[in-house]
């Protein structure tokens, strides 16, 4: 098969290239392959097993670097929401039962298309503090005089840290941990995931925050807390006290990762156009962080160092 003669589709913030062919989606990852081919797939095989929609597998050639999965077509939630501003909430309540359902999942083993086992790691305070790093590794060395960075990034880890170990939640729920409405797909009507390679076992408010916080769909405060009070509605057993704190400081912690990865993908990989996100993450961090105790200290660093304007453009 030449790869070259066929169309490729809209790829995403991953190595990955995609292409149509036979009703079918190829995914191709030279780099990460496997990440992104054969724990990807182990992941879509553990939410089929759990009568949740991913994609299904077709063929591999693991060899070549290439898998074929089933092709859900073109129409994703965020385009739907998009167009149908009227509808937001039902749509988010409909995401609220998808998301129940992910978060009952208790499969952590796996056997791959390749004959091993994989087993669903979990999301450890060091993982998530590496995470949040990529933004000092990233946003703070381009952003930053040289002079000051030392001192910053000291600061910023100790908060961090700080932030982490004021986590209520230990890891044991099944969590995608890129939930958001650009990777939810509708197909005959249903709710469908994607890009779920990045599957762990870990704070169960953590899908909720990627939701509700989501840097490429800008929604109003009232939503935001429509949302919230809808999952909290449908998980009445809940510490909605312990829940709304992890729900914070994870958001935080998120989007801080993710202005990191955003001006990753720019220096590493010349993919500037996640870099216009970058205001709108630095407004949801802002939104968490306002008036709210367990966040002073973050704050107060945060503003001493990056100006509004600064956060409020981004270039290339």
Same mark, same amino acid.
């Given at each position: 098969?030449?790869?070259?003669?066929?169309?490729?589709?809209?790829?995403?913030?991953?190595?990955?290239?995609?292409?149509?062919?036979? /009703?079918?989606?190829? &995914?191709?990852?030279?780099?990460?392959?496997?990440?992104?081919?054969?724990? +990807?797939?182990?992941?879509?095989?553990?939410?089929?097993? !759990?009568?949740?929609?991913?994609?299904?597998?077709?063929?591999?050639? +693991?060899?070549?670097?290439?898998?074929?999965?089933?092709?859900?077509? /073109?129409?994703?939630?965020?385009?739907?929401?998009?167009?149908?501003?009227?509808?937001?909430?039902?749509?988010?309540?409909?995401?609220?039962?998808?998301?129940?359902?992910?978060?009952?999942?208790?499969?952590?083993?796996?056997?791959?298309?390749?004959?091993?086992?994989?087993?669903?790691?979990?999301?450890?305070?060091?993982?998530?503090?590496?995470?949040?790093?990529?933004?000092? =590794?990233?946003?703070?060395?381009?952003?930053?005089?040289?002079?000051?960075?030392?001192?910053?990034?000291?600061?910023?880890?100790?908060?961090?840290?700080?932030?982490?170990?004021?986590?209520?939640?230990?890891?044991?729920?099944? &969590?995608?941990? =890129?939930?958001?409405?650009?990777?939810?797909?509708?197909?005959?009507?249903?709710?469908?995931?994607?890009?779920?390679?990045?599957? &762990?076992?870990?704070?169960?408010?953590?899908?909720?925050?990627?939701?509700?916080?989501?840097?490429?769909?800008?929604?109003?405060?009232?939503?935001?807390?429509?949302?919230?009070?809808?999952?909290?509605?449908?998980?009445?057993?809940?510490?909605?006290?312990?829940?709304?704190? =992890?729900?914070?400081?994870?958001? &935080?912690?998120?989007?801080l990762k993710i202005i990191g990865i955003f001006t990753r993908l720019s220096i590493r990989d010349k993919k500037d156009n996640y870099l216009k996100l970058i205001p709108y993450t630095w407004r949801l961090i802002e939104q968490r962080t306002e008036k709210n105790k367990k966040f002073i200290e973050l704050k107060t660093i945060l503003d001493k160092y990056f100006s509004k304007k600064q956060? !409020?453009?981004?270039?290339?």
């Amino acid at each position: 098969m030449n790869l070259n003669k066929l169309k490729s589709l809209s790829g995403d913030a991953s190595f990955r290239k995609f292409y149509r062919y036979n /009703n079918n989606i190829i &995914v191709v990852s030279k780099r990460e392959t496997r990440k992104n081919l054969l724990i +990807y797939d182990a992941i879509n095989k553990i939410l089929i097993k !759990n009568k949740i929609k991913a994609p299904k597998l077709i063929s591999q050639n +693991y060899k070549s670097k290439n898998i074929q999965i089933e092709d859900f077509g /073109n129409t994703t939630v965020y385009q739907q929401i998009k167009n149908n501003k009227k509808k937001k909430l039902i749509y988010y309540k409909n995401i609220i039962k998808l998301l129940n359902l992910v978060q009952k999942i208790k499969t952590k083993k796996i056997k791959t298309f390749y004959g091993s086992i994989y087993e669903v790691p979990k999301y450890s305070k060091k993982i998530l503090l590496n995470e949040a790093k990529l933004f000092i =590794d990233w946003y703070v060395s381009k952003k930053i005089k040289k002079k000051y960075q030392t001192l910053l990034k000291k600061k910023l880890i100790l908060v961090l840290k700080s932030l982490i170990n004021k986590i209520k939640f230990s890891n044991r729920t099944f &969590v995608h941990r =890129d939930f958001h409405v650009s990777n939810l797909m509708i197909k005959n009507k249903k709710l469908c995931i994607i890009d779920s390679q990045d599957a &762990v076992f870990g704070n169960v408010a953590y899908d909720l925050a990627s939701l509700i916080d989501d840097v490429r769909l800008k929604t109003s405060t009232r939503l935001k807390q429509d949302i919230f009070k809808e999952y909290i509605k449908t998980n009445k057993k809940i510490n909605i006290q312990n829940f709304k704190n =992890d729900f914070e400081i994870l958001s &935080v912690l998120r989007n801080l990762k993710i202005i990191g990865i955003f001006t990753r993908l720019s220096i590493r990989d010349k993919k500037d156009n996640y870099l216009k996100l970058i205001p709108y993450t630095w407004r949801l961090i802002e939104q968490r962080t306002e008036k709210n105790k367990k966040f002073i200290e973050l704050k107060t660093i945060l503003d001493k160092y990056f100006s509004k304007k600064q956060r !409020n453009k981004y270039e290339n």
